[in-house]
């Protein structure tokens, strides 16, 4: 058993140590809960993920939920943008994202015809000017180790998959049943062991099952916050009215990409430099499909490529028959031919795809939304509004979560309503009041790119989202 007793209860365990969680951790403790615990299924926090936006509307919940947290995020951030040079290349958004030219940092959208149809700024003083907050560019692993390093170690425990919960009415908690693997090191960074490091040991703690254990946590109430795929939101909408809603659904679009293609004719490479690049390390061209095309230092070209398709399209296919499935797609509305000419010289092992899954904020089918609350219980962040990154939205999205959440969790606390499940219900169905309409407003965007059509439709956009106003937000919850 965690904690110090095994009858101990916590006020509020999150699981899930990814960013909102360990926002919505930082947050609560900054409002005085500090019987909490944050539990993560991954066997040692580790450098994975995606290179993320942090923009004004999730910068200002964050320095909201906790100014040290919104410094540390924000310098790690910004010396992102300028980092020493990096040897390791996974990931191609990062180098790309890390580097954008010197003297004038913007991200170029061009059509077909290489013309510029929108050029945005990146750099932070530009953002704060127009919006009162910067933007960021932040890898996840970064942002994720910033807010860990802000709690005290033991309450962040990795190596705990949670695989159930249990609500009974008659309790005064939750149960949270987790594995945990015995065999894992505290920790497995400090040194080497038969010459390989514990962390290159096999990861599916399933086939483990001996050497794995269950454990049981108790909680007065829990922040699920275990993303896209959580079980969390699985147990607690299988036999229920929301039980369609359990798994996410995939969104219709997809990603293809390429990180590296070094064998370019140099004709190609120049004709693709004069009419999509010129200057700048990466543009995106097009709208559907649109390709983010990018070019490392050292010259090697790579390209992600979001399309519309079906999710059936994607089976089984790598290498070569991803080529061809971007190629067919790309046919079908004359995409430019330099680029499709790149394309058609993928090396077949650098292909990857990614499916986009979304849990749909408003559902258009019923009459009742899928409820982000049950009893103790309630859904933040991916786990409740999980969306394709399109719009850069998915963590700013959960950071406005996780303030919402912190807010109302303090005041059960101050009120001492722990164990009065009107009062939970309530505080949970204004969290959702607050939170749905912006979020089926976000996820309209990111499916459609609407704020994208002309620059009016961007600048409301803009107001809409970056520009909100947390005070009154706040205020009108409590
Ligand atoms: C390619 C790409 C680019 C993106 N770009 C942006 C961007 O520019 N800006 C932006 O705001 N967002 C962006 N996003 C979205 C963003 O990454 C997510 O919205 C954000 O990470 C969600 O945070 P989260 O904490 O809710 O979930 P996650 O980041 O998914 O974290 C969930 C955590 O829960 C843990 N977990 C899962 N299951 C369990 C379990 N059963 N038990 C215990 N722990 C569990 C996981 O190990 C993980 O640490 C992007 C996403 C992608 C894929």
New binding site residues.
Partial sequence: MIGNHPMDIYDVVI????????ATAIGLRKRGIENILV????RAFRQV???????PN?LKALKYLDNQAYEEVKKTGMGFMNPPQSHDDKNS?ISQKQNPPKNSPKWIYKNFQGQIIRSIPLGFDHWLKNHGEGRV?IA?YNL?TVLRNLLPQDIVKAN????NVVDELENEYARID?ICNQQIKANPYAYWEDGQRQDDQPQDLDNNSQKSITKSLRAKLIVA????????RRVIYKDSFYSDFAQPEYSGFA?ISCREITDIPHELQTQIAEQFLQDSPIVTIGDEPRMMLFRRPGNPFGYILHLALPCESLEGKSGSSLINLALEELAKVDFPHVLKELVRLSPPTNMQQ?P?YIHRATTPDTKTQPSWSAGRVVL????AH??P?FM???????FEDALAVTALIANIAETNNWDNREAIATAFKKYEDLRRPIMTYIQRATLTRFPQSSDEEWNKYGQQVYQRNFDQLIAALL
């Fill in positions: 699981v899930g140590a990814g960013p909102i969680g360990l539990i993560d299924q991954t993920g995606q290179v993320l936006d942090l923009l999730g958004e560019s996840w994720q705990h998959r949670c695989v987790c916050a275990d993303g896209i795929n959580s079980t969390i990603a990614r986009y933040v962040g991916d786990a999980g969306m990154p850069a939205q998915g963590a700013n999205q959960g």
